[in-house]
């Protein structure tokens, strides 16, 4: 029973009590002034027929609760009191007729005197003092409930709006003043006080009323709002600096732009020049805000050179309520919704991807309108465990512009860095910028974009800015600024500072603020060293024009006795980047150690206090100025959980320096200048098992869920990485993280101030969730063996299997241990579990939904996740046969060849949980066998596969003639499907060429048996 139901219960017994009581303790007036028999007749039906309709209601839904039974005791008590009122009321009547009832509160009160009322009068006294114990329990526990999702948003951050916090808070405060108010009468025992009734029928109605309203908005808030979240959602734009000192406050301005004072008369002319040009592009932005006129266009275009601050003025924008204030002019009395989005080709695949940009956009969109969410996922609420495909987020986002002028809101998004989206074969920045032009082809809907000059823009979006022409001023502002607050620059004024060196930086700038930082930053530097005005001037003119050269610059600069650690500084940054395993800031200060061959391994397992790191970080931060010319720089780390060791990590300055030092020759010029025994894969597996061998454990850091915690992310890591320098972690390196980890979990928590016992109990369990994605439930204890598996790790496994028995005691686990490696597409140790005597066929244990748990073949399982695996990829490309779908196919081979059942195998399909508004239930089922998808796919190795089909098929003795057939691609088979699912007939497939992309798997049909395809499998 829910709290609402429990309460609503509880109310309607309190109802019928106080109405009962009032009638036995006469106090109910049958009418005021009596005026015939007519109305008396009347007055005592409406009596009888309240008290009946009241006895009625006496009734609910009830489900499993603490309160169940209780409630239905006294409900039940009530009835029977019911019942016998009734019959007295009505005995009355037919006793005195309509005369008495003229007078029917005197006879009332003569007739309390008599046993049974006087009985019926203490009953109800006893019912209700129990009702309202009840009450206090029920309340109090609902308070609890409530209380604890309070503390849950405020401290575990339930991912709700700010109105549903609110109406959850409102409902708290409530709950909590009904159950003082009922401990109250409980306590004086104000059973006859009419007033109290009234007030706490009346309180707990409005409560009830809140109750009913929260459990299925926070629940489905919290649910759609998680699967749309992702951890590096503001990761980006939390990296970009601040606008410094006032620069680009002119965008926004109400009035014109000033004029400088002081100035000369040429000066003031050419400042006039450049004030009137920005006021002009001011004018045309604010004009684009607040205007309704489509001859402006919905998209406007912040170009600008390579450095030249175009995320600095978006973040700078997003942030300015003067923004919000210009474009509520153009929403007029609709409700306002702004979003914005930046990309970041260095990030994760979210920050570089449209999904990432439909996420972010729904997120901040249903943040603001919950209420939208039913407009967005309208066949979502009832499949909350489902993960979103792309697809499903695209016709999300589509369905909530599209419906903007229904919906009376008008949406802003503000989108950053379009050159630093990630092309494929299937979307490049031409497919980009025509979609974005598609949602600003509706009134309702304005889109601000930036982005180098790139011409898929240029072209698409004909309203724009080029902001590399229009920052004089800034970046003049910018550089006195930080030359003022060098404590010399005073003195150094005093001396007859150069005037024109502040002007000269304006002018070779070219608009490109990475430049003037680096250059600011060189000169700032010289002043803080007391160099003359000649010397300033100097440096000044030794630094080259243009990012690239001033680069070359920085490096020839370097002393060649720290060209060294330098390199291999930069050289671990660009080693780590490619895969986006941002590095932890105390991974640099090992460096120096890795000289020591027998660093970290031989070193005791002791975490670092606080001191420690914090030295380590500020010898870091000073090494990377110095050492690195600030080209690389430290940075907090979103994903840190408030630990120290985890709070900064070491990233590029800016995309620039990533793009030069990415450059082929510049990395084999890098490595020529550093120790032969400086190989880069190995240095990075070392400096990555140090991180995790001396980290301080914690509670936490043993659970799991989708916000990983570090330590889980700093142990994957190491394995997720192997392989992407040719090579991979070794067996002793994998023998130590497991020794590590061993001792991680049976020694007490390191992290200071952990006083929980260490339960000796990892839970990192990883399951493939439906369609394939990541799930961590139910919550188990780690197995290194399937991990091991999980990661191909084949000579790791295949010795633990040897040497210890007894992690592979029985078939259920070795058919455990094939299917991990069998989804981690590892088809070599595969055919080596097989060969040991695990079999396709065998049970494997499997989590249905509400954590049931069910058996399906091994084989059926791994078909279910090739084939979701399939239809995932559709969004990207189907047919980039990258090296994890040609190994998926290989572990078909190999399955096939030991004896998996192909002969009547079919995959059932219908469409995606939302796709044009059709829900799966309602889709036509549709099939496709096994041999069709292989031939329509045609993996690398299809002529074997086929061949493995149709020996088990035909029989051996048509193998040539099947495989002649394979190759030139016809179906073998052509006829309709005659099995049905669900009660419909299944439609034959031969291709997914139309329905491919919008298609889901539902089940697997095998020999006549149908296995649903809504289950998880165990990873490790």
């Known amino acids: ?140 526990d609902e308070q609890s409930s409530l209380t604890s999702q309070v503390k ?59 109750l009913s309203e929260l459990p299925r908005n926070v629940a489905l808030e919290d649910s759609v709002l998680k699967r749309l979240w992702f951890p590096a959602m503001y990761a980006r734009e939390d990296n970009i600096a601040d606008a410094e000192d006032g620069t680009f406050g002119w965008i926004l301005k109400e009035n014109r732009v000033g004029e400088p004072e002081g100035a000369s008369e040429e000066e003031l002319k050419e400042e006039s020049e450049e004030a009137e040009q920005l006021d002009q592009v001011r004018k045309s932005f604010i004009s684009w805000l607040q205007s309704d006129d489509d001859d402006c266009g919905q998209v406007y275009h912040i170009s600008g050179k390579a450095g030249s601050g175009k995320s600095t003025l978006m973040r700078f924008l997003c942030n300015h309520d003067r923004l919000k204030y210009h474009l509520r002019a153009w929403a007029g009395d609709t409700e306002l919704i702004f979003a914005s ?35 967005a996922f309208p066949s979502q609420c009832a499949q909350l465990d489902q993960p979103f495909r792309v697809a499903e987020l695209k016709a999300a986002t589509n369905a909530l512009l599209e419906a903007a002028d229904l919906l009376d809101h008008r949406f802003c998004f503000f989108i950053d860095g379009l050159d630093e989206f990630e092309t494929d074969q299937n979307t490049d920045h031409q497919d980009l910028a025509m979609v974005l032009r598609k949602w600003a082809s509706s009134p309702n809907v304005k889109i601000c974009v930036s982005s180098r000059p790139y011409v898929e823009f240029q072209q698409t979006f004909r309203l724009r800015m080029c902001l590399h022409d229009l920052t004089k001023g800034d970046v003049r502002r910018f550089v006195q600024s930080n030359m003022k607050k060098e404590p010399n620059y005073r003195k150094l004024e005093d001396g007859h500072l150069d005037p024109d060196i502040v002007e000269d930086i304006v002018e070779r700038a070219e608009g490109v603020f990475l430049w003037v930082r680096l250059v600011t930053r060189s000169i700032v530097d010289g002043i803080r060293h007391r160099l003359s005005p000649e010397m300033l001037r100097k440096r000044l003119d030794k630094l080259p024009r243009g990012l690239e050269a001033l680069f070359d610059q920085l490096f020839d600069d370097i002393d060649p006795t720290d060209k060294e650690t330098a390199n291999k500084m930069l050289l671990l940054a660009v080693h780590y980047n490619p895969v986006n395993h941002v590095p932890n800031a105390l991974i640099y200060s090992w460096i120096e150690e890795l000289s020591n061959p027998e660093f970290p391994f031989s070193s005791p397992i002791a975490s670092y206090s606080d001191e420690e790191i914090t030295t380590r970080h500020e010898t870091v931060r000073c090494q990377l100025r110095s ?44 490595e020529r200048q550093v120790d032969s ?77 952990e006083s929980e016992p260490n339960p000796c109990s990892i839970h990192w369990t990883l399951w493939t969730g439906i369609r394939g994605t990541p799930s961590y439930n139910p919550p188990l204890d780690f197995s290194y063996i399937y991990f091991l598996a999980y990661w191909g790790r084949v000579e790791d496994v295949l010795r633990r299997v040897r040497e210890t028995p007894s992690p592979i005691s029985n078939r259920n686990q070795m058919t455990s241990l094939l299917s991990s490696a069998a989804v981690g597409c590892n088809f070599r140790l595969v055919g080596q579990i097989l060969h040991l005597g695990a079999s396709p066929g ?179």
Not at 178 to 183: A, M, N
Not at 629 to 648: C, I, T, V
Request: proline content about 4%; some cysteine.
């Open 1 to 140: 029973m829910d709290p609402a139901t429990a309460a609503g219960f509880a109310a309607s017994i309190l109802t019928f009590i106080d109405f009962s009581w009032k009638l036995v303790k006469g106090s109910y007036e049958i009418y005021h002034r009596p005026t015939g028999a007519s109305k008396s007749d009347a007055q005592l039906s409406t009596v009888l027929e309240d008290l009946d309709d009241l006895a009625r209601g006496l009734k609910a839904e009830v489900k499993e609760s603490p309160h169940r039974e209780p409630l239905e005791k006294l409900a039940e008590e009530c009835t029977n009191v019911g019942e016998e009122l009734s019959s007295i009321l009505d005995g009355l009547k037919r006793k005195e007729g309509n005369k008495v009832w003229r007078s029917l509160e005197a006879k009332w009160k003569s007739m309390r005197k008599e046993q049974e009322v006087a009985c019926l009068e203490d009953r109800l006294g006893s019912l209700r003092m129990q009702l309202l114990l009840r009450l206090v329990s029920l309340i109090g």
């Open 627 to 670: 050492l690195t010319r600030g080209l690389l720089e430290m940075r907090p780390n979103q994903g840190s959980h408030g630990d120290l060791y985890f709070k900064f990590r070491v990233d590029f300055f800016h995309r620039t320096v990533r793009d030069y030092l990415s450059e082929p020759h510049r990395q084999l010029a890098m």
């Open 842 to 1020: 065998e049970p494997l244990v499997v989590i249905r939904e509400g954590h049931n748990e069910d058996t399906i073949p091994m084989w059926i399982a791994f078909l279910v996740r090739m084939i979701e695996y399939m239809l995932i990829s559709w969004e990207n490309d189907m047919y980039a046969w990258t090296s994890r779908r040609i190994d998926l196919f290989r572990t078909l081979e190999v399955l096939l060849k030991a004896g998996a059942g192909s002969k009547h195998l079919y995959f059932i399909l219908g469409l995606g949980s939302y796709v044009g508004g059709k829900d799966v239930s309602a889709s036509e089922p549709m099939g496709i066998s096994l041999e069709d998808l292989v031939l329509y796919i045609s993996p690398p190795n299809s002529a074997q596969v086929l061949e493995l089909i149709h020996r088990e098929k035909y029989g051996s003795w048509l193998s040539r003639g099947m495989k002649w057939a394979a190759e030139t691609l016809v179906p073998s088979d052509t006829k309709d499907f005659e099995f049905e699912f669900n009660g419909r007939p299944v439609r034959r497939l031969h291709t997914l060429d139309n329905e491919g992309k919008d298609l889901k798997v539902l089940a697997v049909f095998l020999d006549g048996q149908t296995f649903k395809a809504r289950f998880r499998i165990r990873l490790w």
């Open 677 to 753: 025994r400086f190989a880069i894969g190995n240095a990075s597996r070392r400096l990555r098992f140090a991180e995790f061998k001396f980290l301080r454990t914690r509670q936490r850091y043993f659970k799991r869920g989708p916000d990983l915690s570090p330590m889980i992310r700093c142990f994957t890591s190491a394995f997720s990485g192997d392989g992407y320098d040719g090579s991979s972690s070794s067996s002793a390196l994998v023998d130590d993280y497991e020794a590590v980890l061993s001792h991680h979990l049976k020694t007490p928590f390191s992290y200071p101030g």
């Open 152 to 210: 849950d948003v405020k401290e575990k951050g339930l991912l709700l709006s700010p109105g549903t916090l609110e109406r959850l808070e409102d409902a708290h405060r409530s709950s909590h003043q009904v159950w003082k108010d009922l401990k109250e009468q409980v306590s004086s025992h104000r059973l006859e006080n009419s007033a109290a009734a009234l007030d706490t029928q009346a309180a707990l109605a409005t409560l009830i009323t809140k």
């Open 341 to 375: 989005f930046f990309f970041w080709s260095s990030g994760d695949k979210e920050e570089r991807t449209l999904e990432g940009l439909y996420r972010r956009l729904l997120y901040e969109i249903l943040k603001q309108c919950p209420q939208l969410i039913q407009t």
